[in-house]
């Protein structure tokens, strides 16, 4: 027996009981109705997914009846019945929500498939706004994080992209540094972000499958296209194409990338008629594209066509007082994902991150936190299960606090004073970063140009940050 439930209204008796017949032994649960009141009276108690409405009824207007249910469940199923005679009649209904209408007479079978298909794009319609839903939290739960100088003014890029609705955009940085994170924002907040963001990585995909991939192909292009495939830039509609990693991309894709943005249009393998889209690209590489351009390995006309609204997002060596605030978001993340209770890291662990200079960026530091959580059990994170490599970069005072030109600075670890504790009931980031800051001052005997170069920020800044914070010159 199936769950949904149908309401049939109609005044006629034999349409009645030929579709409470019909969709009984298709397995729904059926109710009838012979008039709009008792219609009424039946959605209130019945609750139908599915209403087979009559356009005529004695007491009713099956138009007015069919706006107020909706108006009560904007998700339930109406399909009309009218005679053919009153075609304009279905059109107003169609246009005031109906999934459909039938014709009387009318085949039974017709109507059930009509139930069955409308029901089937409900299904598809409710699937596609959870996997929405998942996205938006995904992206929520992956978002950008930092306040430092450098990360605020990528923050403004991605406002200025987004709201500008800029056609093309090039994110450069190191691996890890979050360049489809920024892809995403700027796809999210932009009024393209009710249409699909695509993803595509130049350097997985073989060249004789990404001009397939990217623009699809009409049936007989080759010899095992038996129908037509659409390709990524028509999926996307008016929605974002990333296009990840497209230093590596071939040079004849590179020309073709070059007239969708020039032209908005394209072909599809074997067609002979340009398909235009309106789709924004997105393009990020880890590659220095100016000099692959002086090396003929990339075409300088794409790369000033892409490199109209630049984005170059720091390492994270660049940008090392967002690690504890990275730390905690990953904390609290993973705490999320795997049911721990980790409150935080302690002093000696939060000293290695510090002085680790991360190579593979912010990825590499999620990574380290999350295999970290993994193996300690514990609601206080300690080095333990910290890698070699970051464990010897932390005994080391050579980054991080020593002086330009390889300047010494005083004898004591500006992090191993002990200062940054991580009591059992948690810590704000506002109390970790004024101690970092209170170290740096003490590491350099008060000198705030030191001290600044020590945090990697500006001596106005820091100037900023100890007025903020309460710290005396």
Request: proline residues 3%; contains cysteine.
């Amino acid at each position: 027996m199936s769950s949904k439930r149908v309401l049939v209204v109609d005044d006629e008796h034999l349409i009645r009981w030929s579709l409470v017949r019909a969709l009984d032994g298709a397995g729904f649960q059926v109710e009838a109705a012979e008039t709009g009141a008792e219609a009424r009276a039946k959605y209130r108690e019945f609750r139908p997914h599915v209403i087979l409405l009559d356009i005529c009824l004695p007491d009713a207007n099956g138009t007015d009846l069919l706006q107020e249910f909706k108006a009560d469940d904007k998700d339930l199923v109406v399909i009309m019945i009218t005679a053919h005679s009153d075609a304009d009649s279905a059109v107003r209904a169609l246009t005031a929500g109906a999934a459909d209408y039938v014709g009387k007479p009318f085949d039974l079978e017709d109507v059930l498939h009509s139930i069955e298909q409308a029901l089937e794009k409900q299904r598809l319609r409710d699937e596609n706004a959870y996997f929405r839903r998942v996205l938006k939290e995904k992206f929520d739960r992956d978002s950008l994080v930092g306040n430092c100088p450098k990360m605020i003014e990528i923050y403004k890029l991605i406002k200025v992209a987004a709201d500008a609705d800029a056609k093309t955009v090039l994110i450069t940085g190191g691996s890890g540094t979050g360049k489809e994170l920024v892809a995403r924002a700027i796809h999210m907040h932009s009024p393209r972000s009710k249409d699909p963001f695509i993803d595509v990585n130049c350097a997985a995909i073989p060249e004789s499958l990404l001009e397939n991939e990217l623009f699809g192909h009409e049936r007989g292009a080759y010899t095992d296209a038996s129908h037509k495939q659409k390709g990524i830039f028509e999926m996307a509609g008016a929605g974002t194409v990333f296009l990840d990693e497209i230093g590596d991309m071939p040079i004849g894709m590179q020309a073709k990338i070059l007239k969708v943005i020039e032209n908005r249009r394209y072909r599809r393998l074997g067609g002979e008629d340009d398909v235009i889209s309106d789709a924004r690209i997105v393009a990020a590489t880890n590659q220095n594209l100016p000099l692959l351009v002086k090396e003929g390995k990339f075409r300088a006309d794409l790369f000033y066509r892409l490199n109209v609204m630049p984005i170059v997002l720091p390492s994270l060596v660049e940008r090392k007082m967002d690690i504890p605030q990275l730390v905690a978001y990953f904390i609290n993340r993973f705490n999320g994902e795997y049911g721990c209770n980790v409150e935080g890291v302690d002093a000696q662990t939060m000293h290695h991150l510090m002085a680790y200079n991360w190579p593979g960026n912010v990825r590499e530091l999620r990574n380290t936190i999350e295999r970290a959580m993994m193996l300690d059990r514990n609601k206080t994170l300690t080095s333990q299960h910290l890698s070699s490599e970051i464990i010897n970069a932390g005994k080391s005072n050579n980054d991080g606090c020593g002086g330009e030109g390889g300047e010494e600075g005083p004898e004591e670890d500006c992090f191993s004073s002990g200062l940054i504790r991580l009591p059992k009931d948690g810590i704000s980031l506002d109390e970790v970063e004024k101690q970092l800051i209170q170290m740096a001052l003490k590491r350099w005997s008060g000198n705030q140009t030191k001290a600044a170069e020590c945090l990697r920020m500006s001596r106005d800044t820091l100037r900023y940050r100890m007025k903020k914070f309460g710290i005396p010159k």
